[in-house]
């Protein structure tokens, strides 16, 4: 399977519940002492979903909205309650959408922009409130697109950048500010990014990282880095990273560097090879590499403790590379020592899933592909906590 081969049905729409509609899914076991480095099963999703997003918000809860199942896109999104181990239906999207972008909001709310909507790249945005659990409409992006990268910066505003629309690749950017409700368009990158990262420095500056870039067989990945200084609205290109990545995980470690990790596209290098940036130098040193239990579609987030989890994925065999195994396995990957250790099983094979953090440190994976005894593959609602 690929990411996205449900996302992009055309002229299918899955309307989300009413506002204000609450339903629980069926109960798991509550957040509790857990014995480290193990899985645990939690409740299950109301509705199966793959390619959604999923953004921790400043209740502790966490929002799960949008991807798609058999039924086509979806606009209905869900909160899961660490407290309890339940989901429960909250208000859906005003259009249902993947690739989009999710970010957290000073105020608690959290803003949705731009993805896929019905086979077109869209330009609306809409604001969640926790508090009436429902989506509103909120000023439209100067630009449609998708795949772009959202980031919260230090004055509350959130500058997205990047992405790509039926025009192709993007390197402009723009910002979106919450008291306003509006986009307004800001310095444009020097290189056109979609599936980049993007990391909040202490400084204050905004690092983005990697993305495709277009070359003579297409489009490839770009080992291409640059820094956007919200003072002056500008971009600065900076040292490049020592190999191409395409939609790579950054994090921001405890001593100000921030790690890259995962999707190289270079032959010969492994994919998971390990980065870490210094902004006092402005320059990038290798880290050792993560041995993921699978070699594409794993789902990777960093820990409190700056480690970083890898789970699940597939492997390809066969001579037409057409058998696909799930994967339940989970690594650990240290970038203070560049070393990888696996660590306990999901309870179940999956795949483009999503990670999310609590505030409990526990972490949360949630929906995706799985894959029974039998080698069918499907797209499921449960979800399991990860006790580091």
């Known amino acids: 399977m690929r990411k996205g081969t449900l996302g992009r049905v055309a002229g299918l729409l899955v309307v989300g519940l009413a506002a204000g509609v609450v339903v629980a899914s069926l109960a798991g076991p509550a957040v509790g002492s857990q014995t480290p480095g193990t899985w645990t099963r939690t409740g299950s999703m109301i509705t199966p979903r793959v390619g959604q997003t999923a953004v921790l918000l400043a209740n502790g809860q966490v929002l799960v909205m949008g991807g798609s199942n058999s039924s086509g896109a979806l606009s209905s999104a869900e909160l899961f309650n660490p407290a309890t181990g339940k989901f429960t239906a909250t208000g859906g999207m005003g259009a249902a959408r993947t690739l989009f972008t999710a970010t957290p909001l000073r105020n608690g709310q959290a803003l949705v922009t731009g993805g896929d909507v019905g086979g077109a790249v869209t330009s609306s945005a809409e604001v969640f409130n926790p508090s009436t659990g429902t989506f509103t409409a909120t000023?439209?992006?100067?630009?449609?697109?998708?795949?772009?990268?959202?980031?919260?910066?230090?004055?509350?505003?959130?500058?997205?950048?990047?992405?790509?629309?039926?025009?192709?690749?993007?390197?402009?950017?723009?910002?979106?500010?919450?008291?306003?409700?509006?986009?307004?368009?800001?310095?444009?990158?020097?290189?056109?990014?979609?599936?980049?990262?993007?990391?909040?420095?202490?400084?204050?500056?905004?690092?983005?990282?990697?993305?495709?870039?277009?070359?003579?067989?297409?489009?490839?990945?770009?080992?291409?880095?640059?820094?956007?200084?919200?003072?002056?609205?500008?971009?600065?290109?900076?040292?490049?990273?020592?190999?191409?990545?395409?939609?790579?995980?950054?994090?921001?470690?405890?001593?100000?560097?921030?790690?890259?990790?995962?999707?190289?596209?270079?032959?010969?290098?492994?994919?998971?090879?390990?980065?870490?940036?210094?902004?006092?130098?402005?320059?990038?040193s290798q880290d050792g590499a993560a041995s993921p239990s699978a070699e594409e579609s794993y789902a990777y987030t960093m820990l409190n403790n700056g480690q970083v989890l890898i789970s699940g994925g597939q492997n390809v065999f066969g001579q037409d590379q057409q058998t696909h195994v799930l994967q339940s396995g989970a690594t650990l990957f240290d970038p203070t020592t560049g070393n990888s250790t696996s660590t306990g099983s999901m309870n179940i094979p999956r795949e483009d899933h999503t990670l999310t953090l609590l505030q409990n440190g526990q972490m949360l994976a949630a929906g995706g592909y799985t894959q029974n005894n039998k080698g069918k593959i499907t797209v499921t609602a449960s979800a399991e906590l990860f006790t580091p």
């Open 139 to 284: 000023g439209s992006m100067t630009v449609p697109r998708e795949r772009g990268t959202a980031t919260l910066l230090q004055n509350g505003q959130v500058l997205v950048a990047g992405g790509d629309n039926s025009s192709g690749d993007l390197s402009s950017a723009e910002l979106y500010n919450p008291t306003t409700g509006t986009f307004s368009p800001t310095g444009s990158m020097n290189v056109a990014r979609p599936t980049a990262n993007a990391t909040l420095l202490p400084n204050r500056q905004v690092l983005v990282a990697g993305g495709a870039t277009c070359c003579n067989n297409g489009c490839c990945s770009g080992g291409s880095t640059e820094l956007y200084n919200p003072d002056t609205g500008n971009w600065a290109l900076t040292a490049s990273m020592s190999f191409p990545r395409y939609g790579p995980l950054a994090g921001l470690l405890a001593n100000g560097q921030v790690l890259e990790i995962c999707n190289i596209s270079d032959p010969g290098v492994p994919r998971c090879g390990t980065e870490l940036y210094n902004p006092a130098s402005g320059t990038w």
